[in-house]
């Protein structure tokens, strides 16, 4: 079994002032809150439990919002976040959630979409041993951490937001780990900027050569929602391929009803709740 976290803390310093009232995971990307595309990128993966963590202040509105998770078919759990002090700390504050199971990381400011996106989760979820990371093509490499692979394939190096970067290929917020993960997480050591890096995990098992990189080509379409410029960008493009597939993109109701962890009654129930177009295309589903 894989347990899926979504790490909706942080303060969004990068979205202020909007997100001095609201968690940036609440702000809205075109017809859904953000929250919506990591969580549902975990049930793409066939993943039923769900940890969210996020700060004591943002908790009570995610709790509003998603509930326990039974309207999905899914079980979700909620955790705080006192302090942001790097990614790796979700291992820490999730031990008992995670509790000897493998887990899959995902960044509550992360969306994914591809046609493939399925078929690549499912392989990835199958893997017991070691970590998976997802790598991405960008232009500018320096913002975050920077994956270099050999010729076959194999991951060299990790560097968080390096100066001079190694490649172009940065490791995007999507991370599947065995159950060593908790104790690797505990044995890190906080950074210059004081924070428990991902990449420091990473790199033990790097180190173990029990690193697996999934690379994502530039087809695919991954954003990082938390500037002003990729807020707007992520709602443009959902908006562009929702209206042009008739379909929609981060939409937890329709996911949990093809997978049948909800039947067409629920799903008929659900879709009446929402008295909008999103309601009406829950319901053209069912026919």
Request: charge should be neutral.
């Amino acid at each position: 079994m894989t347990k899926g976290i979504i790490l909706a803390g942080g303060s969004g310093t990068r979205l202020n002032p909007i997100t001095q009232v609201v968690s940036k995971q609440l702000l809205p990307v075109f017809d859904k809150p953000m929250i919506y595309y990591p969580l549902t990128t975990l049930m793409t993966a066939g993943i039923k439990e769900v940890l969210i963590i996020s700060t004591p202040h943002d908790m009570p509105r995610f709790k509003q919002l998603l509930g326990d998770g039974h309207q999905w078919g899914i079980s979700i759990e909620y955790s705080t976040q006192n302090k942001p002090d790097g990614i790796a700390q979700a291992f820490l504050i999730g031990e008992k959630f995670i509790n000897n199971q493998n887990s899959c990381l995902i960044l509550g400011d992360n969306l994914f979409y591809g046609s493939n996106l399925e078929e690549y989760l499912k392989k990835t979820k199958m893997r017991n041993n070691g970590a998976t990371i997802f790598s991405y093509p960008v232009n500018n490499p320096t913002r975050y951490g920077v994956v270099q692979c050999d010729r076959l394939g194999k991951p060299i190096s990790i560097e968080e937001k390096p100066k001079i970067p190694k490649s172009n290929n940065i490791v995007t917020g999507l991370y599947f780990f065995d159950n060593n993960v908790i104790e690797v997480a505990k044995s890190i050591k906080p950074s210059l900027r004081n924070e428990l890096e991902i990449s420091s995990v990473n790199e033990i098992y790097l180190n173990q050569q029990n690193l697996h990189v999934e690379k994502f080509n530039e087809d695919f379409i991954w954003l990082d929602m938390g500037t002003h410029d990729s807020l707007l960008e992520a709602g443009q493009i959902v908006k562009k391929i929702e209206t042009s597939t008739n379909s929609k993109i981060g939409c937890p109701e329709e996911i949990a009803w093809r997978k049948k962890w909800i039947n067409s009654m629920q799903l008929e129930g659900l879709a009446y709740e929402l008295k909008n177009d999103y309601g009406e295309y829950l319901k053209k589903l069912l026919t």
